[in-house]
């Protein structure tokens, strides 16, 4: 599609008034509404905000594409505006943003918005453009570089294909955002033909995966480049020489890429044979080890969560019924065994999804085997935890040492001898070595925790606590809802994860409080967001409070972790227990002493928000302050 299809004259602003980020946004969205693209301003405006909400749409380098999928959009439209000053816009860099591409698409729409992000994403990675769109006058010139820029690309495209050429395809995914996926993209095809390399990029972003590569590609393809940053389909390129890395490479490391995959000098990718081996090799250029275990955990983690969620709460509401009815109620029996029946899984699949991360599909069997075999050893959630990676692992040694079979036997590796000997090994490794050594573990960890004084565990209870705001469901926070997770499901006691459920729940709370009792100290959009934090923080969503942590790390983030010890201590101290993994308020009912668990909420929220309150600076110091350096 073409940009200036939907990038209209008359609805360019070339010389935006205003300073802040609201008013941009209400400046922006007014013209919309007074060209008649948009039929009310407050609906409009509404999807605009909730999205910034989520995480800012100024995405560095001076540039911000706030979008929307609205039902007061009345035909798809993207508003160019450029400001010779700056917006103070709360952008990813923490840099003003002088450009903006207000992007309105219809909510009954064919995910339009999406595809004019992916198109402006790629036009924008290249300095060019941007620097051409940052000194333009007129309108007339905007849609001229767009013009310029589309037909380079065509003719790029088709030089690309001229015979002799090295030949590479690629993949460029990102998890959450979709500029990167593209910019990814965009970086490789520009630095390829500038080598003479031909390439096809496949990108996978929150759309979906576009411009699937063919069979034919991949066989004729002289490298491959995984630019991604979430798990995309790896078996296709059995037999090629694979480059990993992060979409960041993409971005800023194409020539690197593009070099080691066109000449073959890249580890050759055996389906059979988990990749993490090979990138933890070059751990020094596309990512550490222990980013790769991290991925590998999470996905684990990822896998268990509805089950521990599900299970946890039905088994919580039925022993509410057993109080209430007794343990003959049909209440209770239905729901304790539904809810069993779901905690069941919780450590198999935890590990088989860890090993299924390492190994891939073959992964699966011996991992989940290990992860029941743990369970019935009494090794535990740690017993389960290291059944995974064991299992991804020796998996990996099966592949390596079966990638020599004659042709013939190959159909059977993935159907007999994977499935037989991943579980022999694991199983055995499981049943005389791992099982016993960590149940002795597990059950001393137990014992500790059963014979726990009241000083240590309030001590314990302000650690976990003060973890859950460290980086608000990043690898700290998870660390400590996962320890706390394997006391839940070892022993079926809830008290760390009242700890860890108030650690996660004071950031948002109080960021919430703090906005109502100090306005001045935060911009008009935060205030908003700030509103929504009350129902993310009640329903224990941490996350939340990202944007404001992002935007103000040191003092968001050390009265949070201040807050969150404080109140995940006294739920020690008070001897509060939730017999559920996650709900928040709504499950505080179930547990022991729910109402001291909500005063040990309100203390922690309300002595973070004081905190966080009165050392940030009023908005009004800070716009000096960056007026003065900006004239400095």
């Known amino acids: 599609m073409k940009i200036n299809d939907v990038l209209k004259k008359d609805l360019m602003i070339m010389d935006l008034k205003a300073r802040t980020k609201e008013s941009a946004i209400d400046e922006m969205v007014k013209r919309l509404v007074d060209e008649g693209a948009v039929s009310d301003f407050d609906t409009f405006k509404e999807g605009i ?13 001076g540039i911000a594409m706030p979008h929307s999928k609205n039902k007061a959009v009345k035909e798809p439209a993207v508003l160019f505006a450029k400001s010779s000053s700056g917006v103070n816009y709360n952008a990813l860099d923490g840099q003003p943003v002088e450009i903006f591409f207000m992007i309105a698409a219809p909510e009954g729409g064919n995910d339009l918005h999406l595809e004019v992000l992916a198109s402006l994403s790629r036009r924008l990675v290249d300095a060019d453009v941007v ?54 993209e965009d970086s490789l095809k520009k630095k390829a033909a500038e080598m003479g390399v031909e390439i096809r990029v496949e990108t996978n972003g929150t759309d979906g995966a576009k411009n699937k590569l063919t069979e034919d590609e991949i066989r004729r393809a002289d490298g491959v480049i995984v630019a991604a940053d979430k798990k995309v389909d790896m078996a296709r390129f059995n037999g090629k020489p694979l480059v990993q890395r992060p979409v960041s490479d993409g971005i800023k490391k194409a020539e690197e890429l593009i070099t080691k995959a066109s000449t073959g000098n890249a580890p050759v990718f055996d389906s059979g044979e988990s990749y993490s081996a090979e990138r933890s090799s070059e751990t020094d250029e596309g990512g550490s080890v222990w980013q790769s275990v991290y991925k590998d955990l999470m ?12 299970g946890g709460i039905l088994l919580a509401i039925s022993f509410l019924f057993e109080s209430l009815l007794g343990s003959d109620s049909v209440f209770f029996t239905s729901l304790n065994s539904i809810g069993g029946s779901a905690f069941q899984f919780l450590i198999p699949i935890l590990a088989g999804y860890i090993a299924y991360s390492i190994a891939d599909r073959p992964g699966l069997l011996p991992g989940m085997a290990g992860g029941l075999l743990a369970v019935n050893s009494n090794a535990g959630f740690l017993g389960g935890l290291v059944a995974g990676f064991v299992a991804g692992y020796v998996m990996n040694w099966i592949k390596k040492m079966l990638r020599n079979v004659p042709k013939t036997f190959e ?74 997770i394997g006391i839940f499901t070892d022993t079926g006691e809830g008290a760390l994860m009242a700890a860890v459920m108030v650690g996660g729940m004071i950031p948002p709370l109080a960021i919430a409080i703090s ?54 201590g006294l739920t020690q101290l008070w001897n509060v227990s939730i017999p559920a993994p996650h709900g928040g308020l709504f499950v505080v009912g179930i547990g022991e002493n729910p109402l001291l668990f909500i005063v040990a909420l309100l203390i922690g929220s309300v002595i973070t928000a004081v905190v966080m309150g009165l050392w940030k600076p009023r908005v009004e110091d800070t716009k000096k302050n960056v007026t003065a350096s900006d004239m400095n």
């Open 49 to 61: 905000m909730a999205r910034e909400a989520q995480t800012s749409t100024g995405l560095g380098d």
């Open 131 to 184: 620097q051409a769109l940052k000194t333009t006058q007129t309108p007339e010139d905007v849609q001229m570089i767009f013009d310029e820029s589309q037909e380079e690309e065509t003719v790029t495209e088709a030089q690309a294909h001229e015979e002799g050429k090295k030949f590479v395809v690629a993949v460029t995914a990102c998890p959450t955002g979709i500029a990167h996926t593209y910019m990814a």
């Open 299 to 310: 996905n684990g983690i990822s896998h268990m969560l509805p089950f521990v969620v599900g």
């Open 411 to 484: 159909g059977l590796k993935a159907i007999l001898l994977y499935p037989v000997l991943g579980l022999l090994v694991v199983g055995l490794l499981m049943f005389f070595l791992i099982g016993p050594f960590f149940a002795v573990i597990n059950n001393a960890m137990l014992d500790f925790l059963n014979n726990l004084g009241t000083g240590n565990a309030v001590v314990l209870g302000a650690v976990l606590g003060g973890m859950m705001a460290v980086d608000m469901g990043g690898p700290v926070n998870k660390a400590a809802y996962a320890f706390s």
């Open 515 to 568: 906005t109502v009792l100090f306005k001045s100290k935060f911009t008009d959009l935060e205030r908003q967001s700030g509103l929504s934090n009350f129902v993310l923080g009640a329903s224990f969503i941490t996350e939340g409070a990202i944007p404001f942590a992002a935007a103000d790390p040191l003092r968001v983030i050390g009265s949070s972790i201040l807050g969150a010890a404080i109140g995940g």
